[in-house]
């Protein structure tokens, strides 16, 4: 008897963890995949997190007014894969952000690129990891060259 009011509890719980995973993962509902915007600002703060790090940014418009924006990474897991760490971004930095914004138009979007002011890019998963094996291999072949 105990074994059929457990096995009548497994459905509901599904449905409800079902239900809970896809709306707290979706995109769509939330960014606009078929816009993408730039704004360039100032670091306050890099949340290396789950489940989505984070980027606090000053940015400053035309008339001098400043505007907090957030911007939405993958979770600290997932880019620590592909060599993210919590010091990638630091506070003071000034950065170029290019991502896609919300449907609502508030201050907020999820990362595709960041550009340093020294011109150094950071890129979300497979491509960082390939520009950091490129760069690899540009070094180890410099090395090879001036060991000639």
């Known amino acids: ?28 509902p939330v960014y606009d995949e078929a816009r993408v915007i730039t704004v360039a600002g ?42 993210w760490t919590a010091d990638s971004l630091k506070p003071g930095e000034t950065v170029t952000v290019t991502g896609n914004p919300t449907h609502t138009g508030s201050a907020r979007m999820f990362f595709r690129r960041i550009v340093r002011a020294d011109g150094t890019e950071l890129l979300p998963g497979n491509a960082q990891r390939l520009d950091t094996i490129e760069e690899q291999r540009r070094r180890r072949a410099r090395e090879r060259e001036q060991q000639k």
Request: proline content about 6%; overall charge negative; hydrophobic content about 55%.
């Open 1 to 28: 008897m105990r074994r059929m009011h457990a096995a009548a509890l497994v459905p509901p719980v599904l449905a409800i963890l079902a239900a809970e995973a896809p709306a707290h993962h979706a995109f769509s």
């Open 42 to 83: 100032v670091v306050t703060e890099f949340r290396f997190v789950n489940p989505h790090a984070l980027l606090i940014m000053d940015v400053t418009d035309g008339a001098g007014k400043v505007d907090q924006w957030t911007v939405e990474f993958a979770g600290r897991l997932n880019l620590s894969e592909f060599g």
